[in-house]
């Protein structure tokens, strides 16, 4: 489904550098959410946001950053990256007040 | 919070057979309940869902069954294909929030 779009769909990292993982959504969502599946958790709810602003933060650690410069776009920027961040970060939108989220492809970060 | 147990945590079928998947939840505050299929190396994709004021849902080979007093659901899937062959996540949203289960690995053999 291209109505959301996530790039890279791969990304290879050195420990400690930075990374930007992007999300656009083309179904005039206005909640977007982003989730993390490895192996030690299938799926894992890290973040959402409603008309840009942010309504739960599930993520620990702060080196894990969203931004949402439009409303159909929110990316995650993660920072002082360790390889204990490998995964598959997805992003996911919704109908505010409607629960049924749809997924994107995903970005699957490989941390060296 | 909420906690999402899936069972069993993979199948292995012939085609043509049915399956019956599990989950329970913990949190009466869900009220709402999508299940995803997730196939190799691709998005998850939404198949069925059913509201905490419902008992059943059926789309096509597809049957959902919610029961609110023992926080139980399951998802009956009929006349399987190799097309059917996935990861199914049962998960619980409230507030917006999706709190998934572990997942069942489905194989259906040709």
């Known amino acids: 489904d291209p109505k959301i779009i996530q790039k890279p769909k791969y990304l290879v990292a050195v420990t400690g550098s930075e990374k930007i993982l992007i999300c656009e959504q083309y179904l005039g969502h206005n909640a977007m959410y982003w989730y993390r599946q490895s192996a030690k958790k299938p799926l894992e709810f890290m973040f959402s946001y409603s008309y840009q602003k942010l309504m739960d933060n599930q993520t620990a650690s702060s080196r894990f950053q969203p931004q949402s410069s439009k409303k159909n776009h929110l990316d995650l920027q993660i920072t002082a990256l360790k390889p204990d961040d490998s995964a598959t970060y997805f992003c996911a939108s919704s109908h505010q007040g409607r629960d049924t989220q749809y997924f994107g492809p995903g970005t699957r970060l490989l941390v060296l | 919070g909420e906690q999402v147990e899936q069972l069993p945590s993979s199948l292995i079928v012939q085609e043509g057979a049915s399956v019956l998947i599990n989950c329970s939840y913990t949190?009466?505050?869900?009220?709402?309940f999508p299940w995803y299929k997730q196939e190799p190396g691709k998005r998850l994709q939404f198949i069925i869902d059913?509201?905490?004021?419902?008992e059943r849902k059926q789309t096509q080979r597809l049957t959902l069954l919610f029961d609110k007093k023992t926080k139980h659901l399951s998802l009956h899937i009929t006349a399987t294909q190799p097309g059917d062959s996935a990861i199914y996540f049962c998960s619980a949203t409230s507030n917006n929030r999706i709190f998934f289960g572990d997942g069942t690995q489905l194989v259906v053999k040709p």
């Open positions: 059913i509201r905490s004021n419902m």
């Open positions: 949190d009466s505050a869900s009220v709402y």
